[in-house]
């Protein structure tokens, strides 16, 4: 009689990125239960579930003993039927029992990601652009998407298969020794060498595996660098070609040799398995066949046989268990992680109203200074400067000057280090950010797209907008009978990052994006610097219809947006070294005058 086969499962060992994750930031599991804790009793369900399916499972081999025992030796029909039946109705409720489990834990898994999905996007919403720029995109989509995606394998996988492991291997262990002690001992006494032995081989096998990666990395590296353009310039140059083919060569061979041992190891440990797997139930064949074994039938053989066998897999994922508890808490480490991220900008405990009533509103910077975090100097230092209500102020400056953060203060992109920023004599810290939103419009050098139609990237400003005020603003910012030139018009798929509009138009929905917002104040950063000339007349004549009627602040860059500027403030290494209108800082013959005699000698290089 042959004993079942089964796939043999080697352990698995611990990812050193998920311990350094968990060493960086500690995960509490009080934390972890508070995201199960309204789910408590479905979970619990679960695991009576898994128990019961568990303990369901192993009649199975009680059944068969009593077949083979009594039903078939008397030929009771009769109890054959009962028997039969018995199996049939024991895989019939254990399969039902799986489905519900499978229900009651992905529902609460998938209810525990909606959580945190929508957690961690609301909370990263609120984190400073000095987070956005110093981030990878790529790693932010990773965790909202991947990590909290692979949580759910820790609610219907991990958690899941541990309390079945556990359940089983217990469960099993009973029912081998209720069935026949002696056969139990047998077999306990032989797992536990058998689990070490696999182990240590599939350990071996690790190792082997870990070298070959390592060199099968170094010999793309040799191939990239000596074969590339320059890499093969730099040989022929120095005649480095000989040694070169020789380090290949011995790499090659390194490789050929870790490739052979990484096979043999492999073979060693399906054939340690395969020895396992029929040396076991071989033995106990050989004990229950000896003289004085007792009274064992080969009904309970049989039912041993199925159990013993049955008993490895569970064991080794119970071995297991501290590895998937590992990588499981290193997936909440990383999400917590970005929970836990500080959040420097945000609504005042009690915020203030702006003084009701339309019309522009007024800025103030009152010893304004702002350091970027890690950097050894201010960007921005005791800045003192009044903006009055429906003034133009431009700000000029060389590259680096601190003109952007200037304008990122007012929009509140960052807050000063020290000093205020004042709307209508407000600090801006006292405002929530979506009343400073609704006051304060910005049109950036780069226009982002959402990949949607045009009209909804109109109404991104303004949710409740009708079509007319969308189309009104269009319109104003002229770019109304280009949207019409459209294959849908209105309608039409801008594509990703808006790739069917030229610069100069994309710029245009971006002014029309911000009429529609109507805000008091206006930042334009460097909004036509990218255009061309004719392109930049076009955006230019939008940039006034947007402008009228409002406080503008331009960080400007060419000659004739300075010349028409109520108020010129030049900014130098972050500090205001001059204001005045156009004609005044001329007549001073300092900064302001010598950035404009380099533009008007080079006008590609403008203030």
Do not use: C
């Not at 050989?286 to 039938?297: F, H, K, M, R, Y």
């Not at 049955?310 to 990383?334: D, E, W, Y």
């Not at 960052?414 to 205020?420: M, V, Y």
Request: hydrophobic share 45%; net charge neutral.
């Amino acid at each position: 009689m042959s004993s079942p086969s089964f796939r043999p499962h080697g352990p698995v060992r611990r990812d050193p990125a998920d311990t350094a994750q968990l060493e960086s930031h500690p995960v509490s599991l009080r934390r972890i239960a508070a995201l199960f804790g309204p789910h408590s009793r479905r979970l619990l369900v679960v695991v009576a579930l898994i128990a019961a399916s568990s303990v369901m499972g192993l009649a199975t081999p009680f059944l068969t003993r009593h077949v083979i025992d009594v039903a078939l030796p008397e030929q009771d029909v009769r109890l054959l039927l009962m028997l039969v039946g018995a199996m049939l109705v024991v895989t019939v409720v254990t399969a039902t029992l799986g489905v519900l489990q499978t229900w009651i834990s992905t529902d609460v898994g998938q209810k525990v990601m909606h959580r945190l999905r929508t957690d961690v996007f609301v909370h990263l919403q609120r984190q400073p652009m000095s987070f956005f720029t110093r981030t990878r995109g790529g790693e932010v989509q990773s965790r909202l998407t991947h990590d909290i995606g692979a949580m759910q394998s820790v609610v219907t996988g991990t958690a899941t298969a541990i309390t079945a492991n556990v359940t089983t291997a217990i469960a099993t262990i009973v029912a081998m020794v209720a069935l026949s002690w002696q056969l139990a001992l047998l077999s306990l006494v032989v797992l536990p060498p058998a689990i070490w032995l696999t182990r240590r081989v599939a350990q071996l096998r690790r190792e082997v595996t870990a070298k070959r990666q390592a060199a099968l990395a170094g010999l793309h590296g040799q191939v990239e660098e000596s074969l590339s353009v320059s890499g093969a310039l730099l040989a022929k140059t120095l005649g480095a070609g000989p040694e070169l083919s020789r380090r290949f060569a011995d790499s090659s061979s390194e490789l050929a040799d870790l490739e052979l041992r990484s096979e043999l190891a492999g073979r060693w440990r399906m054939a340690t398995m395969s020895v396992i797997f029929s040396a076991i139930p071989a033995l106990i064949y050989l004990v229950a066949g000896l003289p004085g074994s007792g009274d064992i039938t080969i009904g309970t053989l049989v039912a041993f046989i199925a159990l013993q066998s049955g008993l490895f897999r569970p064991l080794m994922g119970v071995l297991n268990t501290g590895v998937q508890v590992t990588a499981s808490l290193a997936l909440f480490s990383r999400i917590f992680e970005y929970l836990d991220l500080p959040v420097e900008i945000d609504d005042p405990v009690q915020p203030v109203a702006l003084p009701s009533g339309g019309g522009p509103g007024a800025v103030t910077f009152e010893d304004v200074s702002f350091r970027y975090p890690d950097a050894d100097t201010d960007a921005v230092s005791g800045l003192d400067l009044h903006v009055p209500a429906g003034t133009r102020l431009a700000l000029v400056g060389e590259s680096g000057a601190g003109k952007s953060t200037i304008a990122g203060l007012v929009a509140r992109l960052q807050d000063p280090t020290s000093g205020r920023v004042l709307l209508d004599g407000v600090d801006l810290r006292d405002l929530t950010l979506t009343d400073l939103a609704s006051q304060v419009g910005v049109v950036s050098q780069e226009t982002y797209l959402l990949h949607t139609t045009v009209r909804e990237n109109l109404r991104y400003a303004r949710p409740e907008a009708t079509d007319e005020e969308i189309e009104a603003a269009a319109r104003a910012a002229q770019v109304h009978d280009v949207i019409l030139a459209l294959p849908l018009g209105y309608d039409t798929v801008v594509g990703a990052r808006g790739h069917r509009f030229s610069g100069g138009e994309k710029q245009r929905l971006a002014i029309a994006r911000t009429l529609l917002r109507d805000p008091r104040v206006l930042v334009l950063d460097e909004a036509t610097s990218a255009l061309d000339t004719r392109t930049e007349h076009a955006v230019q004549e939008a940039l006034d219809v947007l402008s009228r009627g409002r406080t503008t602040i331009t960080i400007a860059h060419r000659l004739s947006t300075v010349r028409n500027a109520d108020l010129i403030a030049v900014v130098d290494h972050g500090r205001m070294v001059e204001v005045g209108n156009h004609e005044e800082l001329l007549a001073k013959d300092g900064h302001y005058a010598a950035l404009v005699a380099a533009a008007e000698r080079q006008p590609a290089l403008v203030p």
